[in-house]
């Protein structure tokens, strides 16, 4: 039980280091809570393959959740099914600057002391007896700093059906449908965090013990958090003609998903700085979470297309949305001489703020379309809710724009290929430019073939996040690459509903 505390004391003191820090970074030992519910999925194969870009895009029902007004360019019942295979991996790399008075601090937490024989006393030498100033700190495990992951990833994105109708002489279009509406797949690992975090006080060097009677204590670990599943939506839409050039629409969805949740904390040791040098002592406690979150929600989508000969304008527009989670998870502590279990239940909220798109595509060709659309994720005034009733902001606002090209050589065959930009709802510890979230860029192109009334569009996606967390004397550099193939089969019948 003593030995449950001071983890619980330890966990507590590094919550507040990191808080006071600001809760938008990634965090060393924070939990999962809304991790993901930013990573809102695309399941259109041929918008993917263009960037992004939905305002130039035909006859295609698979953004209709996305850009409801899209729907008027249907050109009869459509039945779409879609879904994507994906291959990421991720690593991290540490390195750290020697300390002046602690030279073997950064040998040790980058995994290299194994290399340094033991010192070596000789009354021939003029030394006599062990200074343990002198002594190498080594690990008690076989941790390294650095770690590496991949994985793949199968999942079906939409199933939809969209039908003209006619109704008093308008035209209108409606569709149903299940898509996924956020990959919730979440992983980060850091295999050397310190509590309380004496890399990340400011300004450094921080001062160092007066005397060796008043040391300073850290706790060296490892930390460990994943989430895999998704959120998905189940809805549908309704476009209108309001005249020949202008159309508008609007989209609805039940969101309804599950992850689940793991965490690990695994003790390394106990630093304890004194004035000129420090020594590491071997502890032994582990901490495993694991359980499952549910969550629920309901998104609304407004939208709007001009469509001229050469040139169309549209708008996309998202009003503010609350998304709970309810979760349960199993906590395992374990100690050198005894382990325990405790169950905790509880449920929290994220209020999502309103969101939009603009954007427009160009048409110089008759069988050629550029399209273009910036994209506004205003999650800087997400409001977090935990379950003790606090509130927070822990994200960070961007805005990315999607490009995209098709092209249509023949009736039959459509190139398409697009770039757009992707921002993450954290900073980098230590960002130097405070508020600016982690961003990447991602690369795309497909085709389409289409065969009496029957589409196939395919997509291929290649991602590069890399970003560096920076603390005082160490910095981690962190990648992540993902390769991804999407597509989707529609199946057009010619014929409307209605009169």
Not at 86 to 111: H, V
Not at 360 to 377: C, F, H, V, W
Request: neutral net charge; glycine residues 12%.
């Amino acid at each position: 039980m003593k030995t449950i505390l001071i983890q619980t004391a330890a966990l507590v003191s590094l919550a507040a280091v990191v808080c006071a820090r600001g809760a938008f970074a990634q965090g060393y030992d924070a939990p999962l809570t809304i991790q993901g519910l930013d990573h809102n999925t695309l399941p259109s194969a041929a918008s993917r393959a263009a960037g992004g870009a939905t305002i130039g895009l035909q006859n295609d029902v698979g953004v209709m959740f996305s850009n409801p007004a899209a729907l008027q360019t249907l050109r009869g019942v459509q039945i779409s099914f879609g879904g994507l295979e994906q291959y990421s991996r991720a690593n991290q790399a540490q390195a750290y600057s020697p300390l002046k008075y602690y030279s073997n601090f950064s040998l040790l937490m980058e995994g290299l002391t194994g290399s340094i024989p033991n010192p070596r006393y000789s009354d021939s030498l003029g030394i006599v007896g062990s200074n343990v100033g002198d002594t190498v700190q080594r690990p008690y495990d076989a941790i390294g700093p650095n770690w590496s992951r991949s994985g793949n990833r199968g999942m079906p994105l939409q199933m939809i059906i969209g039908a003209p109708i006619s109704v008093g002489g308008m035209h209108l279009v409606v569709g149903i449908g299940a898509v996924e509406y956020a990959n919730l797949d979440h992983f980060y690992q850091n295999n050397n965090v310190l509590s309380p975090s004496i890399l990340s006080e400011r300004p450094l060097p921080i001062a160092r013990p007066q005397t060796d009677s008043l040391p300073i204590v850290a706790e060296w670990s490892q930390f460990i958090r994943s989430r895999d599943g998704s959120l998905r939506g189940y809805g549908g839409a309704l476009s209108a003609e309001i005249t020949g050039d202008v159309s508008l629409g609007v989209s609805a969805l039940a969101l309804k998903g599950s992850t689940n949740d793991y965490g690990q904390h695994i003790a390394r040791g106990t630093m304890r700085f004194y004035t000129n040098y420090f020594r590491l002592d071997s502890t032994y406690a582990r901490r495993i979470a694991s359980g499952a979150s549910d969550y629920s929600g309901m998104e609304f989508t407004f939208s709007g297309i001009y469509r001229g000969r050469h040139l169309s304008v549209g708008f996309a527009l998202k009003p503010p949305t609350t998304i709970t989670r309810t979760y349960a998870s199993r906590i395992v502590y374990d100690t050198a001489g005894s382990s325990t279990s405790t169950t905790v239940n509880g449920e929290d909220r994220v209020k999502l703020p309103w969101r939009g798109s603009v954007g427009l595509s160009i048409n110089p060709r008759n069988n050629l379309t550029i399209g273009l659309e910036y994209e506004l994720r205003s999650y800087a005034s997400a409001v977090y809710t935990g379950s003790d009733g606090t509130t927070s902001n822990p994200w960070l606002s961007s805005g990315v724009f999607h490009g995209g090209v098709e092209f249509k050589p023949s009736d039959w065959v459509t190139l398409r290929a697009g770039v757009r930009g992707q921002a993450e709802a954290f900073e980098p510890e230590g960002n130097p430019i405070v508020g600016e979230p982690v961003g990447s860029t991602v690369y795309s192109a497909g085709f389409g073939l289409s065969y009496a009334g029957i589409h196939l569009n395919v997509a291929y996606e290649y991602a590069s996040m890399k970003y560096q967390d920076v603390w005082g004397s160490a910095i981690s550099s962190n990648e992540n690459f993902r390769h991804v193939i999407i597509a989707d089969i529609t199946y057009d019948l010619p014929w409307s509903i209605g009169g």
